[in-house]
Protein backbone atom coordinates (compact mmCIF):
# COMPACT_ATOMS: atom_id res chain seq x y z
CA UNK A 1 0.00 0.00 0.00
CA UNK A 2 1.34 3.60 -0.80
CA UNK A 3 1.26 5.50 2.91
CA UNK A 4 3.55 8.70 3.91
CA UNK A 5 3.02 8.88 7.97
CA UNK A 6 4.50 12.32 9.63
CA UNK A 7 6.09 12.40 13.04
CA UNK A 8 7.69 14.43 15.12
CA UNK A 9 5.38 17.44 15.68
CA UNK A 10 5.00 19.01 18.92
CA UNK A 11 5.35 22.44 20.97
CA UNK A 12 8.24 24.58 20.63
CA UNK A 13 9.35 27.90 22.13
CA UNK A 14 9.53 31.02 19.46
CA UNK A 15 13.31 30.35 18.64
CA UNK A 16 13.14 26.72 18.78
CA UNK A 17 13.91 23.54 16.43
CA UNK A 18 11.97 20.71 15.14
CA UNK A 19 12.44 18.24 12.96
CA UNK A 20 9.85 16.23 11.07
CA UNK A 21 10.15 12.80 9.67
CA UNK A 22 7.71 11.52 6.49
CA UNK A 23 8.10 8.15 6.57
CA UNK A 24 6.94 6.42 3.11
CA UNK A 25 6.17 2.94 2.45
CA UNK A 26 4.91 1.39 -1.18
CA UNK A 27 7.11 3.91 -3.09
CA UNK A 28 10.86 4.85 -3.16
CA UNK A 29 10.94 8.78 -2.00
CA UNK A 30 14.20 9.17 -4.05
CA UNK A 31 12.32 8.39 -7.50
CA UNK A 32 9.64 11.21 -7.00
CA UNK A 33 9.12 14.53 -6.13
CA UNK A 34 8.32 15.28 -2.44
CA UNK A 35 6.70 18.31 -0.52
CA UNK A 36 5.63 19.51 2.73
CA UNK A 37 2.33 21.50 2.49
CA UNK A 38 1.43 23.10 5.89
CA UNK A 39 -1.81 24.37 7.34
CA UNK A 40 -2.34 27.20 9.53
CA UNK A 41 -5.40 26.81 12.26
CA UNK A 42 -8.31 27.57 10.60
CA UNK A 43 -6.70 28.63 7.55
CA UNK A 44 -6.00 27.60 3.46
CA UNK A 45 -3.22 25.39 2.79
CA UNK A 46 0.17 26.81 1.92
CA UNK A 47 2.98 24.77 0.42
CA UNK A 48 6.55 24.96 1.95
CA UNK A 49 9.54 22.99 -0.01
CA UNK A 50 9.93 20.52 -2.61
CA UNK A 51 12.87 17.94 -3.21
CA UNK A 52 13.58 16.59 -6.56
CA UNK A 53 14.03 12.73 -7.19
CA UNK A 54 17.68 14.62 -8.84
CA UNK A 55 18.47 15.70 -5.35
CA UNK A 56 17.00 19.98 -6.32
CA UNK A 57 15.29 21.28 -3.75
CA UNK A 58 13.03 24.80 -3.07
CA UNK A 59 11.12 26.58 -0.72
CA UNK A 60 8.49 29.21 0.29
CA UNK A 61 9.76 32.25 0.67
CA UNK A 62 8.65 32.51 4.66
CA UNK A 63 10.80 29.53 5.05
CA UNK A 64 13.99 30.25 3.15
CA UNK A 65 17.28 29.91 5.24
CA UNK A 66 15.06 28.87 8.54
CA UNK A 67 14.14 24.91 7.04
CA UNK A 68 15.65 22.20 5.46
CA UNK A 69 14.30 19.79 3.35
CA UNK A 70 16.29 16.57 3.16
CA UNK A 71 16.06 12.90 2.75
CA UNK A 72 17.20 9.25 3.32
CA UNK A 73 17.09 6.87 1.46
CA UNK A 74 18.58 3.83 3.04
CA UNK A 75 15.13 4.58 5.11
CA UNK A 76 12.58 6.01 2.62
CA UNK A 77 12.25 8.68 4.82
CA UNK A 78 12.18 12.32 3.95
CA UNK A 79 12.99 15.20 6.92
CA UNK A 80 12.08 18.75 7.22
CA UNK A 81 14.79 20.74 9.95
CA UNK A 82 12.86 23.56 10.80
CA UNK A 83 15.08 26.22 12.60
CA UNK A 84 14.02 29.78 14.13
CA UNK A 85 10.61 29.29 14.51
CA UNK A 86 7.82 31.82 14.73
CA UNK A 87 4.54 32.02 16.21
CA UNK A 88 3.12 32.13 12.39
CA UNK A 89 4.84 28.62 12.03
CA UNK A 90 1.86 27.45 14.29
CA UNK A 91 0.62 24.84 11.26
CA UNK A 92 -0.49 21.09 10.49
CA UNK A 93 2.33 19.86 8.40
CA UNK A 94 1.73 17.51 5.90
CA UNK A 95 3.64 15.87 3.74
CA UNK A 96 2.69 14.71 -0.06
CA UNK A 97 4.14 12.73 -2.75
CA UNK A 98 4.02 14.92 -6.43
CA UNK A 99 5.20 16.34 -9.29
CA UNK A 100 4.27 16.79 -12.73
CA UNK A 101 0.70 14.72 -11.49
CA UNK A 102 -0.33 17.06 -8.77
CA UNK A 103 0.02 15.75 -5.07
CA UNK A 104 -1.48 12.60 -4.91
CA UNK A 105 -0.70 10.80 -2.29
CA UNK A 106 -0.69 12.72 1.96
CA UNK A 107 0.04 11.12 5.22
CA UNK A 108 -2.14 12.53 8.02
CA UNK A 109 -0.34 15.61 9.10
CA UNK A 110 1.59 16.16 11.85
CA UNK A 111 0.86 19.21 14.53
CA UNK A 112 3.58 22.19 14.66
CA UNK A 113 2.81 24.55 17.81
CA UNK A 114 5.28 27.47 18.58
CA UNK A 115 4.18 29.26 21.79
CA UNK A 116 6.00 30.22 24.76
CA UNK B 1 4.99 34.34 -7.00
CA UNK B 2 2.01 33.35 -8.81
CA UNK B 3 -1.21 34.61 -6.79
CA UNK B 4 -3.74 32.28 -7.17
CA UNK B 5 -7.81 33.44 -6.38
CA UNK B 6 -10.68 31.69 -6.07
CA UNK B 7 -14.10 32.39 -6.23
CA UNK B 8 -16.63 32.00 -4.66
CA UNK B 9 -15.07 31.32 -0.93
CA UNK B 10 -18.29 29.83 0.22
CA UNK B 11 -20.99 28.28 -1.98
CA UNK B 12 -24.02 27.06 -0.60
CA UNK B 13 -25.90 23.97 -2.67
CA UNK B 14 -28.06 21.51 -2.47
CA UNK B 15 -27.89 17.48 -3.15
CA UNK B 16 -27.97 17.29 -6.95
CA UNK B 17 -27.05 20.84 -7.78
CA UNK B 18 -24.31 21.24 -10.23
CA UNK B 19 -21.74 23.58 -9.21
CA UNK B 20 -19.07 25.67 -10.33
CA UNK B 21 -15.72 26.76 -8.97
CA UNK B 22 -13.40 29.65 -10.29
CA UNK B 23 -9.41 29.68 -9.99
CA UNK B 24 -7.69 32.81 -11.84
CA UNK B 25 -3.65 32.39 -11.31
CA UNK B 26 -1.85 36.08 -11.73
CA UNK B 27 0.06 34.94 -14.71
CA UNK B 28 0.14 32.19 -16.99
CA UNK B 29 0.53 28.27 -15.36
CA UNK B 30 -0.03 26.84 -18.55
CA UNK B 31 -2.07 23.32 -17.80
CA UNK B 32 -0.26 22.98 -14.33
CA UNK B 33 -3.21 23.13 -12.33
CA UNK B 34 -4.45 20.96 -10.05
CA UNK B 35 -7.62 20.72 -7.50
CA UNK B 36 -8.02 19.42 -4.01
CA UNK B 37 -10.58 18.47 -1.93
CA UNK B 38 -9.98 18.62 1.89
CA UNK B 39 -12.81 17.48 5.08
CA UNK B 40 -11.92 19.04 8.23
CA UNK B 41 -9.12 17.27 9.69
CA UNK B 42 -8.36 15.46 7.24
CA UNK B 43 -5.39 15.48 4.47
CA UNK B 44 -6.19 17.14 1.05
CA UNK B 45 -7.21 14.54 -1.36
CA UNK B 46 -5.81 14.90 -4.76
CA UNK B 47 -9.11 15.41 -7.50
CA UNK B 48 -7.65 16.96 -10.82
CA UNK B 49 -4.27 17.49 -12.17
CA UNK B 50 -2.58 18.98 -15.13
CA UNK B 51 -6.04 21.27 -15.06
CA UNK B 52 -8.66 18.27 -16.83
CA UNK B 53 -7.41 14.89 -15.84
CA UNK B 54 -9.37 12.83 -13.47
CA UNK B 55 -7.24 11.09 -11.02
CA UNK B 56 -8.08 7.78 -11.01
CA UNK B 57 -10.89 6.79 -8.27
CA UNK B 58 -12.37 9.67 -8.66
CA UNK B 59 -15.48 10.53 -9.09
CA UNK B 60 -16.46 11.15 -12.89
CA UNK B 61 -18.97 14.30 -11.69
CA UNK B 62 -15.98 16.26 -11.06
CA UNK B 63 -14.40 17.87 -14.00
CA UNK B 64 -11.66 20.42 -14.74
CA UNK B 65 -10.89 22.70 -17.30
CA UNK B 66 -9.48 25.96 -18.38
CA UNK B 67 -5.40 27.02 -19.44
CA UNK B 68 -3.43 29.96 -18.96
CA UNK B 69 -4.94 32.09 -16.26
CA UNK B 70 -8.51 30.96 -15.92
CA UNK B 71 -9.88 27.42 -14.85
CA UNK B 72 -12.77 26.04 -13.46
CA UNK B 73 -13.82 22.69 -11.21
CA UNK B 74 -17.21 21.14 -12.42
CA UNK B 75 -19.15 19.03 -9.89
CA UNK B 76 -22.46 17.82 -12.20
CA UNK B 77 -24.08 17.04 -9.65
CA UNK B 78 -23.32 17.13 -5.78
CA UNK B 79 -23.56 14.50 -3.58
CA UNK B 80 -23.56 14.36 -0.09
CA UNK B 81 -19.59 13.15 0.56
CA UNK B 82 -19.12 16.45 -1.54
CA UNK B 83 -19.72 18.90 0.82
CA UNK B 84 -16.22 19.73 1.86
CA UNK B 85 -13.36 22.75 0.87
CA UNK B 86 -11.68 22.99 -2.53
CA UNK B 87 -8.34 23.93 -3.52
CA UNK B 88 -6.69 25.22 -6.62
CA UNK B 89 -2.78 25.38 -7.29
CA UNK B 90 -0.54 25.97 -9.22
CA UNK B 91 2.61 24.01 -10.02
CA UNK B 92 4.02 25.77 -13.26
CA UNK B 93 6.74 27.50 -11.10
CA UNK B 94 8.40 27.95 -7.58
CA UNK B 95 6.96 28.44 -5.19
CA UNK B 96 3.89 26.63 -5.73
CA UNK B 97 1.14 28.58 -4.35
CA UNK B 98 -2.67 27.69 -3.44
CA UNK B 99 -5.94 29.20 -4.01
CA UNK B 100 -7.89 30.20 -0.94
CA UNK B 101 -10.22 27.96 -0.75
CA UNK B 102 -14.15 27.23 -1.36
CA UNK B 103 -16.23 25.88 0.84
CA UNK B 104 -19.26 24.07 -0.25
CA UNK B 105 -22.52 23.74 2.30
CA UNK B 106 -25.67 22.46 2.46
CA UNK B 107 -27.82 25.00 1.41
Known amino acids: EVQLVESGGGLVQPGGSLTLTCGAS????????MNWVRQAPGKGLEWVSI???????FYADSVKGRFTISRDNSKNTMYLQMNSLRVEDTAVYYC??????????WGQGTTVTVSS | DIQMTQSPSTLSASVGDGVTITCRAS??????LAWYQQKPGKAPKLLIY???SLKSGVPSRFSGSGSGTEFTLTISSLQPDDFATYYC?????????FGGGTKVDIK
Open chain 2, 89 to 97: QQYNSYPFT
Open chain 1, 26 to 33: GFTVNSNY
Open chain 2, 50 to 52: RAS
Open chain 2, 27 to 32: QTVSGW
Open chain 1, 51 to 57: LHGGGDK
Open chain 1, 96 to 105: ARGGLDGMDV
